[in-house]
């Protein structure tokens, strides 16, 4: 059906609680990207504040904000499986809501896919804005290409960089018992499911360090 967001590449996936004063500035990283090939949804987690009159001062039909049901319960995990089952890309990219993307963030990952059609999820290198000493910096954890050695001790892919095939969504939803760190736990194992990573040394992300951000 033409024009209708079910024909978009990649599905941008984002949860969010009470993000009102950074969620717009992630969505317009978004709406400035030189791949124009994409919706994003955005997962309400039951936000108290003005979060979601925040999101629809943007007036574009790509953006779609969703109230997280009750009950499909609570907590970035189960917003995270709640936009990945109603996504319609055949490619969804994460992103958090305070998180930026870098203009070519969805062209590299789309090409990647195109060039490797056996992988199922996608990582890329990115900077840190820290808000509050006021500087740009690279970040703690090293990009490296995919080493499960390492993945096994530390938790190198940062989440904002990741993508993967809608396929590997529903196959491997994220575990809602796990309030934090979820994305480590499904890397583990998707890594463990012998699923395809790929990566770029490309930094294409900006993880925004300020009060109030989640470890």
């Not at 504040?49 to 925040?54: A, G």
């Not at 199922?120 to 290409?145: H, M, P, Q, T």
């Amino acid at each position: 059906m033409k024009g209708r967001l079910m024909d978009r590449r990649i599905s941008v996936v984002t949860p969010v609680k009470n993000r009102a004063k950074l969620i717009v500035d992630t969505i317009e990283s978004f709406l400035n990207q030189n791949f124009q090939d994409f919706e994003m949804i955005i997962v309400d987690d039951h936000s108290i504040d003005n979060t979601i009159e925040s999101i629809l001062t943007i007036k574009d039909p790509r953006i779609k904000v969703i109230s997280l049901p009750d009950e499909f319960g609570q907590g970035k995990a189960c917003a995270r499986n709640f936009g990945n089952i109603i996504a319609c890309g055949e490619i969804i990219a994460v992103c958090d809501s305070d998180d930026l993307a870098e203009q070519e963030r969805l062209k590299v990952i789309h090409d990647a896919f195109q060039t490797h059609s056996e992988a199922g999820i996608f990582y890329s290198d990115g900077e840190v804005r820290d808000e509050i000493a006021g500087i740009i910096r690279d970040r703690n954890l090293k990009w490296s290409e995919f080493d499960l050695q390492r993945l096994l001790e530390e938790n190198y892919i940062t989440h904002s960089s990741v993508a993967y095939r809608k396929e590997i969504a529903t196959s491997y939803p994220y575990n809602p018992f796990f309030i934090h760190s979820e994305d480590y736990e499904l890397m583990l194992r998707l890594a463990k499911n012998k699923v395809k990573f790929i990566c770029s040394p490309e930094k294409l992300f900006i993880q925004r360090i300020h009060k109030g951000r989640e470890s």
